[in-house]
């Protein structure tokens, strides 16, 4: 790595960089940049996750159906999905404290909206706006981490701030359904606010601004308009696979098909372009990509699955199945954090493959249906293992860029990451649909669930192997060998 890659000296208390920043080396206070940083993963997850239970009941109040109302979430998965690399690249561009504060006011201006909003229409431009904002807040909460830690601290950071995050993982269910029953669906909304204003005064006085100082202050905006229009294209054809027709479907698909082939043959000539294609061919890079990918797919159709089997096989209510789902997301939330010391201590690539495989025997275990007690210990896995290794996908790919890059790269793995899990957990949701009108609707789930644990545990071994082959040990700078 360059010179203008390593830290400068570090002060008490604080941490100072080189050639990073504008006006030279100025102090910032890494623990209030983890304040704001874990706010905002756990504001968006908290968000989504509360947000799926409260659909009945806002449907209800506001004299639509639950199927149109489908749109407060998939419009706002849509623009999340579209707005994670541009979001990530402008704010390498121009300025990351300046983007992720201008995500955190779009986020939380329009919950407030949505909170208000009368009608359905209304709710639903409101969520995909506030899916835009948290697209752009996303990836540059991992960066500012990265900004604000020595290299040997990196990793730990952000496994404590998905640490934090995960909390939304057991609050999420519980407060959707709770909130909702007993007091409105609006509150889940509100809530976004105070959270929101704090996590923007925790940026406004402990994340110090920083950027690409390689590159000038102009965006690639046709490289911008492609590959956001084609991520969009590409979402919504999944979203609506079950209810548009063939024709119309592969229409879209093909129209977002080639603006993201636009968009990469933009990229080749542009002079600033908005991703650099350089970043393909750094191998520990894609090899990590790819493996938080796998573990992702695994843990987003596994509670899909996991929570319709509850609801609709065991006859549990919201609020109870969010209970049991508690095993998940505790599991997970024990699993963040300690992922930052074992990634710095053990090879990222080959941790990866292992936690993958410990999801996958929790998933298969929770695939053979039975009680509570072999049910529960399998949930406990799988929120384990694959929350592990989604979490290592994070701070693994931040540890094998330059810090220059650092939210460009958050940008495309988080795309990448989230983007194939929401593609896998549509064509799961066809696949069960499919199954459960022959073989009923408890079967279909555990088969489809077998076959997620099977195909993770067989993609973790591939690439761990490939990884063994192509890639370096890969730890953070500093960690014991």
Not at 62 to 70: E, Y
Not at 84 to 96: A, F, M, S
Not at 263 to 277: C, I, K, T, Y
């Amino acid at each position: 790595m360059d010179s203008d890659n390593q830290h400068g000296k570090r002060l008490p208390g604080d941490v100072t960089y080189k050639g990073l920043h504008e006006g030279g080396s100025r102090p910032v206070r890494p623990g209030l940049t983890l304040i704001a940083s874990s706010l905002c993963i756990f504001v968006v997850q908290l968000d989504f996750l509360a947000m799926n239970l409260a659909l009945p009941r806002m449907a209800s109040d506001l004299g639509t159906s639950v199927t149109d109302l489908q749109w407060v979430i998939s419009g706002y998965m849509l623009a999340l999905a579209a707005a994670l690399i541009p979001g990530g690249r402008l704010g390498d561009i121009l300025g990351r404290r300046r983007m992720l504060g201008i995500g955190l006011v779009i986020f939380s201006l329009c919950s407030l909206g949505a909170g208000l909003a009368s009608t359905s229409g209304a709710v639903i431009v409101m969520r995909i706006a506030q899916g835009a904002g948290a697209g752009v807040l996303f990836p540059l909460a991992i960066a500012v981490i990265t900004d604000a830690y020595p290299p040997e601290r990196t990793m730990r950071a952000i496994g404590n701030a998905y640490g934090i995050g995960a909390l939304a993982l057991a609050l999420g269910p519980v407060f959707g359904g709770g909130v909702t029953e007993l007091l409105s669906w609006r509150v889940v909304f509100f809530v976004n606010v105070p959270i929101g204003a704090v996590a923007i005064v925790m940026v406004l006085a402990g994340v110090r601004e920083s950027r690409d100082t390689t590159v000038p202050r102009s965006v690639d905006l046709p490289g911008l308009a492609t590959v956001t229009l084609g991520i969009a294209a590409v979402t919504l054809t999944v979203d609506r696979l079950r209810t548009w027709p063939a024709g119309l479907t592969a229409g879209v698909a093909t129209a977002g098909g080639l603006l993201l082939i636009g968009f990469v043959m933009r990229e080749r000539v542009a002079r600033w372009p908005l991703v650099a294609l350089d970043l393909f061919r750094n191998r520990p890079f894609l090899i990590i990509t790819l493996m938080a990918t796998v573990a992702n797919v695994a843990l987003i159709v596994s509670t899909y699955g996991v929570t319709v089997y509850l609801q609709q096989v065991t006859g549990r209510t919201p609020l109870d199945a969010g209970g049991v789902f508690l095993a998940v997301s505790v599991a997970a939330g024990v699993a963040a954090p300690l992922s930052g010391p074992i990634g710095e201590r053990f090879d990222v690539p080959r941790t990866m493959s292992v936690m993958t495989l410990v999801g996958s025997a929790g998933l298969f275990l929770v695939s053979l249906g039975g009680s509570l007690w072999s049910y529960v210990p399998g949930l406990a896995l799988i929120g384990f293992g694959y929350g592990m290794g989604w979490t290592m996908g994070s701070s693994g790919t931040q540890s094998v860029v330059p810090p220059s890059r650092v939210g460009q790269a958050s940008g495309v793995e988080l795309a990448i990451v989230i983007g194939i899990a929401g593609i896998c957990v549509a064509s799961a949701a066809t696949l069960i649909e499919i199954r459960a009108a022959t073989t009923g609707l408890a079967r279909a789930i555990e088969e489809v669930l077998r076959w997620i644990a099977v195909g993770s545990a067989v993609a973790a071994v591939a690439l761990g192997v490939v990884a063994t082959r192509v890639t370096p040990p890969t730890q953070a700078p500093g960690a014991p060998r």
